[in-house]
């Protein structure tokens, strides 16, 4: 049985950061692109960051550029998005989503493409 566990979120003051984690079980998560999205109170849920099968560099939603960071530990399974200089626009739950490798352009926001997703970790930022 595949699982993706997110963890890590919370109540953090806007400028402080937070690091999220997502523990993968039943895949080998370096077979796979892993990605976070995010979806705030009344939004739609949105692509933030990716992390190729194939490596590479990562990829960002642009309002996140230069402030996240997403990495891979692969022999502990784990996917991570370190958070810096939060704001309160980042208010969001959190999902960790995986997609098997395989070839081809994709639209990386489009949540159908994804094969697993986790349930979710909310992280509020405060003003």
């Known amino acids: 049985q595949v699982q993706l566990v997110e963890s890590g979120g919370g109540l953090v003051p806007a400028g402080n950061s937070r690091r999220l984690s997502c523990k993968v079980s039943?895949?080998?998560?370096?077979?796979?692109?892993m990605a976070w999205f995010r979806q705030g109170l009344g939004k739609s849920r949105e692509f933030v960051a990716r992390?190729?099968?194939?490596?590479?560099?990562?990829d960002y939603l642009d309002s996140v550029e230069g402030r996240f960071t997403i990495s891979r530990d692969n022999p502990r399974n784990t996917v991570y998005l370190q958070m810096n200089s939060l704001e309160p626009d980042d208010t969001a739950v959190y999902y960790c989503?995986?997609?098997?490798?395989?070839?081809?352009?994709?639209?990386?926001?489009?949540?159908?493409?994804?094969?697993?997703w986790g349930q979710g970790t909310s992280v509020t930022v405060s003003s």
């Open positions: 992390t190729k099968w194939i490596g590479g560099e990562p």
């Open positions: 989503t995986a997609r098997s490798a395989r070839p081809g352009y994709y639209d990386r926001g489009n949540q159908a493409e994804y094969d697993y």
């Open positions: 039943g895949i080998t998560s370096s077979r796979y692109t």
